[in-house]
T-cell receptor
Framework: QQPVQSPQAVILREGEDAVINCSSS?????VHWYRQKHGEAPVFLMI?????EQKGHDKISASFNEKKQQSSLYLTASQLSYSGTYFC???????????FGTGTRLTIIP | DAGVTQSPTHLIKTRGQQVTLRCSPK?????VSWYQQALGQGPQFIFQ???????QRGNFPDRFSGHQFPNYSSELNVNALLLGDSALYLC???????????FGPGTRLTVT
């Protein structure tokens, strides 16, 4: 079962904040966040492990609610370079593969 | 420090043919995972290699096979190509099966 992300798409003005949510129906070992620009490979942003929260970049942070099997990615004071499609990817217990979410397309306008 | 590299960049094949894609992991990484990404979709896990063995496999037919070499590089082979195999094939490496994965630029495969 693929993790579900919300919103599917969002348009922001430069400097605004965004939150992207990721929800799974399975007990999760870890959640990974990636950003993919059109025609390029996904770029690793950060990983969140069960029992912890890890911040990968200055203005990009994330949280992991183990009880609800949900994760959220927070983008603060968005920049034009933040545009792209964001994917969460989850790893279940006893399973080493990553399952990518449905994706969220983020567009930042000047 | 070189990142993950893949070859070729683009490939056009005819239905029924066979193809081999190659991946060199990031320095210090020993685990390679392969993904298929159709247009407008997220990457779909094909399989993962660690210590030259396939550790886990996604929902892909046996036409998809792979190999990992002692230097940790890897190949993805697809036999009897179908039109539906047209996609971006991504390789990702990590410093172990439990760690974050870094993606290569991908190979765009077109099957006509």
């Amino acid at each position: 079962q693929q993790p579900v992300q919300s919103p599917q798409a969002v348009i922001l003005r430069e400097g605004e904040d965004a939150v992207i949510n990721c929800s799974s129906s399975k007990a999760l070992y870890s959640v990974h966040w990636y950003r993919q620009k059109h025609g390029e490979a996904p770029v690793f942003l950060m990983i969140l492990l069960k029992g912890g929260e890890q911040k990968g970049h200055d203005k990009i942070s994330a949280s992991f609610n183990e009880k609800k099997q949900q994760s959220s990615l927070y983008l603060t004071a968005s920049q034009l370079s933040y545009s792209g499609t964001y994917f969460c990817a989850t790893r279940d217990f006893g399973n080493e593969k990553l399952t990518f979410g449905t994706g969220t397309r983020l567009t930042i306008i000047p | 420090d070189a990142g993950v590299t893949q070859s070729p960049t683009h490939l056009i094949k005819t239905r029924g043919q066979q193809v081999t894609l190659r991946c060199s992991p990031k320095s210090g990484h020993d685990t390679v995972s392969w993904y298929q990404q159709a247009l407008g979709q997220g990457p779909q896990f094909i399989f993962q290699y660690y210590e030259e063995e396939e550790r886990q496999r996604g929902n892909f037919p046996d036409r998809f096979s792979g190999h990992q070499f002692p230097n940790y590089s890897s190949e993805l082979n697809v036999n009897a190509l179908l039109l539906g195999d047209s996609a971006l094939y991504l390789c990702a490496s990590s410093r172990g099966p439990d760690y974050e994965q870094y993606f290569g630029p991908g190979t765009r495969l077109t099957v006509t």
